[in-house]
């Protein structure tokens, strides 16, 4: 098995809970407990602009409306990505994704990457998520880990950048998943914690892959993938957990 340049503790969308989730603020304040490694949601503008947003429309975490891929940057940019989680964050602006890549290139932070496609548009967007990537992180030690739920995308972003890694992300495990994890040339599988067991455990690394777990935020669960010996947790309570 392949080194693993990754960290075991990751902080889900920068900071979990704690501050506007996809922001810089929550990246700066994950990093504040401090974690390493962040994952957070990359999708694409009308225009072409990777930039972070989980859902595929805006009304949940800013102040507009509609579909978030049907809109182009200039106005994406202007939305308020904060005052929904608190005061605090009032005025918070949408990360563009190279926004995010400066950050932490230039502070040694590690990122998985999920490629979140606006529905429809799941090549496309793992194409130029990952050109975007390897470019910004060019001549950087650690490349970031692409992850998706999506096969069309991690095929897509597999034919665009083959060098960077990838990894499948499961909410079930749907037939034939493992052999399409194989296929795109995957070095892990994110799967919900509760997916894994000595026998899922023992599959995936002897094909040579790495074990990862979303969203895990209690004690008795982290204790039992450790136990498992998975290899990536990724989590809402960076105050409860201590990545050292």
Not at 128 to 147: N, T, Y
Not at 157 to 166: G, I, K, V
Not at 204 to 213: E, F, H, I, N, T
Request: hydrophobic share 40%.
């Amino acid at each position: 098995m392949n080194p693993w340049p990754y960290s075991r503790w990751v902080a889900h969308r920068g900071a979990g809970k704690l501050a506007p989730e996809n922001t810089l603020a929550a990246l700066r304040l994950g990093a504040h407990y401090g974690y390493r490694m962040f994952e957070c949601d990359v999708k694409l503008s009308s225009d072409g602009v990777p930039f972070l947003l989980h859902d595929a429309t805006l009304q949940r975490t800013t102040n507009g409306h509609g579909t978030a891929g049907d809109k182009d940057w200039s106005e994406l940019s202007r939305l308020d990505a904060g005052s929904w989680h608190s005061r605090t964050f009032a005025g918070e602006p949408l990360p563009a994704f190279e926004q995010v890549a400066r950050f932490c290139t230039g502070n040694g932070f590690l990122l998985n990457v999920e490629i979140k496609p606006t529905p429809g548009h799941e090549a496309e967007t793992g194409s130029l998520v990952a050109q975007h990537a390897a470019r910004l992180w060019h001549g950087q030690a650690v490349a970031p880990l692409l992850s998706s739920f999506r096969p069309e995308s991690l095929q897509a972003a597999m034919a665009a950048e083959p060098q960077l890694p990838r990894a499948l992300l499961l909410d079930t495990l749907w037939d034939g998943w493992f052999g399409v994890a194989r296929a795109l040339g995957c070095v892990g599988i994110v799967c919900n914690h509760a997916l894994w067991s000595e026998e899922t455990v023992a599959t995936v690394k002897g094909a040579g892959m790495r074990c990862l777990s979303y969203t895990v935020n209690d004690e008795w669960a982290a204790s039992r993938l450790i136990a498992l010996g998975t290899d990536g947790i990724i989590t809402d309570r960076v105050d409860l957990f201590s990545p050292a």
